[in-house]
């Protein structure tokens, strides 16, 4: 018998999908299609949505568009919460100019992917983050942490929770107010979900200061993160439409899609905030809008025009 007594009552669900979901997807979409994305995902009452990266825009052109999104979404940054990722300094500089009132910065449990993706080493990441990280809060902003890699890596297979961890006490010390966890390759099953919070927990990192984030590459994206709620775990990132993916992992699927989390959650009696049925409407305007494939299966089942994944119709 499944026990739900366990369960919390109310779940954050961080809306990952404009800016992890669609920096990861081949076709690059104008700041206004990703500006509308943002509006109808707040108004289907997501309570947390990351909307944009300010990268250097010539290594990530998908992502070039911060400062044009931010001035669409500036009527809204006083009464929802919006995230921009900042990867350095300069980054900080322009969100700040922007008007972004929360951050986030992204660190690498593993040497191998801080090169790939930061080039730099674990270490000189960190010490590139600690300033941003402490002027951030300096200037009001909340600041978001993550640990990619957090469960397997691409070049190095399995990844000790004691890398994770150094990873995480090092970012709280600098000042972060939340840190998600993230399995970038989806190849985390739910006893290594565990056995990372239970070393988080050894080291003294409170559970309420934790999310998580999932890939369904191997199909285990909900199975964590229902585990992550047994352990404790509060908030759980998720993209619409399971938008994204990892250019480093082979064959990647994409995040944890939002519909197929949230129908979970409302299943289990669980609190969102989120309004069922405008998060699929604009899951099923997403796929006509950008053409882009729906990897959420529920978006799927529900589909008003009964067309399959394939864009098939259904024979019965
Ligand atoms: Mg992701």
């Known amino acids: 018998m499944f026990d739900r007594t366990g369960l919390p009552k109310a779940v954050t669900v961080y809306e990952v999908g404009p800016r992890d979901g669609l920096q990861n997807e081949i076709t690059i979409f104008s700041a206004h299609v990703k500006a509308q994305l943002i509006q109808r995902l707040l108004k289907a009452g997501l309570p947390a949505v990351e ?18 999104i931010l001035a669409e979404m500036a009527p809204f940054l006083g009464a929802h919460r919006m995230v921009a990722l900042v990867p350095n300094q300069r980054g900080l500089d322009r969100a700040i100019s922007a008007g972004v009132r929360e951050i986030a910065v992204f660190a690498s449990a593993t040497e191998s992917f801080a090169q790939a993706n930061l080039n730099n080493s674990v270490a000189g990441s960190l010490d590139l983050f600690g300033p941003v990280i402490r002027q951030a809060r300096d200037a009001g902003l909340r600041v978001r942490g993550y640990v990619s890699m957090c469960f397997g890596d691409p070049w190095e297979g399995k990844v000790a929770a004691e890398q994770v961890v150094h990873v995480a006490e090092r970012l709280f010390e600098d000042g972060i107010d939340e840190l998600s966890l993230g399995d970038t390759i989806g190849v985390a099953t739910p006893g290594d979900v565990i056995d990372l919070l239970s070393a988080c927990d050894v080291r003294g990192i409170s559970r309420s200061r934790l999310a998580v984030h999932f890939h369904d590459t191997y199909g285990q994206g909900l199975s964590n993160a229902l585990t992550a709620l047994q352990e404790g775990i509060t908030t759980i990132d998720s ?65 008003r025009n009964m067309h399959d994944e394939t864009g098939m119709v259904e024979s019965q």
Do not use: Y
Not at 52 to 65: E, I, N, Y
Not at 244 to 266: I, R, Y
Not at 275 to 288: D, G, K, Y
């Open 51 to 68: 909307i944009a990266s300010f990268v250097r825009p010539d290594l990530v052109p998908a992502m070039a568009d911060a400062e044009e």
């Open 239 to 303: 993209s619409i439409a399971g938008l994204g993916g990892c250019p480093f992992a082979k064959s990647a699927t994409g995040n944890l899609a939002t519909e197929d989390l949230v129908w979970q959650l409302h299943g289990l009696g669980i609190s969102t905030g989120v309004n069922f049925a405008e998060l699929l409407e604009t899951s099923h305007w997403l796929s006509e809008t950008t053409g882009l494939k729906n990897r959420s299966k529920v978006s799927i089942a529900l589909s």
